[in-house]
């Protein structure tokens, strides 16, 4: 840092920076992706979409062979249904299907006698800074961002940080 300071306040302001990096971002991802059309490289933003269903214990239950079902959840009749994903033992395998709940029983057959979970997706939606990318022979490009934080102006969390720890006004 000595080399490219040019006084104490622009010591301190990197010094703020530096901390409202370490208090704003809080994971970095790593993924592969094709060379072609990547028009990308260090320093630039990425807006990353991820959806994933996390596992609840208190979204599974069972359906008995007379449609009760026995849950921790409560699970009041809906029109829409419930999204799941349901075993029977007879199957062997692992399916999804709509639990329709109606006067607190299943009355279709189809979803007697299973074991199931209420699925519920999580969508998120995050921007980061591309730090590294790395290129294999064989046109593969491996790519390392960290988390970016804005508020819901689209604004950097990090720059208002520094921004506001410097006295300065902020302006939209």
Not at 144 to 152: K, M, T
Request: some cysteine; proline content about 2%.
């Amino acid at each position: 840092m000595t080399q490219f300071c040019t006084s104490k306040n622009h010591a301190v302001l990197v010094a703020k920076y530096f901390l409202a990096l370490r208090a704003y971002v809080t994971h970095t991802i790593n993924f592969s992706t094709t060379a072609e059309g990547l028009n990308i490289g260090a320093g630039s933003f990425i807006k990353v979409t991820t959806e994933a269903t996390p596992y609840n214990s208190a979204n599974t239950g069972t359906v008995d062979a007379t449609g009760v079902i026995t849950s921790v959840r409560d699970m009041p009749d809906t029109l829409e249904g419930y999204d799941i994903t349901y075993f029977r033992s007879a199957d062997e395998e692992i399916e999804t299907g709509k639990l329709m709940v109606s006067g607190g029983k299943v009355n279709d057959s189809r979803y007697h006698n299973i074991l199931f979970t209420v699925t519920a997706s999580e969508v998120s939606q995050n921007i980061y800074v591309v730090e590294q990318l790395t290129f294999s022979q064989d046109g593969i490009v491996d790519i390392v961002a960290s988390e970016y934080p804005c508020n819901s102006e689209q604004q950097s969390e990090i720059a208002l940080a520094v921004v506001r720890s410097a006295g300065w006004s902020v302006q939209s």
